[in-house]
């Protein structure tokens, strides 16, 4: 009984911003860390950002400098700011946590997915 549900996807040109948000809810006694996959057509899933419940943050190198990563544990959210979008950056976004249910089972969860799409 644990969902997560995206927010934020959409289409920008080039350069331009989009900020992502995630919440968590349901049976949750704590989350481990939540973080960011991408998947592109006929590519496989990868990790965009993830963050720790202590902050600690772990960024693809494709995505360095220009995407930040945030959580807010109290709201069980996590955010994507993403700054100078590339089109390489067009894909759908999913939203991952590592938790333990209320029931003290360790999960991985994830979200439906929200389309990013970088285009002129």
């Known amino acids: 009984q644990v969902q997560l549900v995206e927010s934020g996807g959409g289409l920008v040109q080039p350069g331009g911003s989009l900020r992502l948000s995630c919440a968590a809810s349901?049976?949750?006694?704590?989350?481990?860390?939540m973080g960011w996959y991408r998947q592109a057509p006929g590519k496989e899933r990868e990790l965009v950002a993830d963050?720790?419940?202590?902050?600690?943050?772990n960024y693809a190198d494709s995505v360095k400098g220009r995407f930040t990563i945030s959580r807010d544990n109290a709201k069980n959210t996590v955010s994507l700011q993403m700054n100078s979008l590339k089109p390489e950056d067009t894909a759908v976004y999913y939203c991952?946590?590592?938790?333990?249910?209320?029931?003290?089972?360790?999960?991985?969860?994830w979200g439906q997915g929200t389309q990013v799409t970088v285009s002129s």
């Open positions: 349901g049976s949750i006694f704590s989350i481990v860390g």
């Open positions: 963050i720790t419940s202590g902050g600690s943050t």
């Open positions: 991952n946590a590592a938790l333990v249910t209320s029931t003290l089972r360790t999960i991985s969860s």
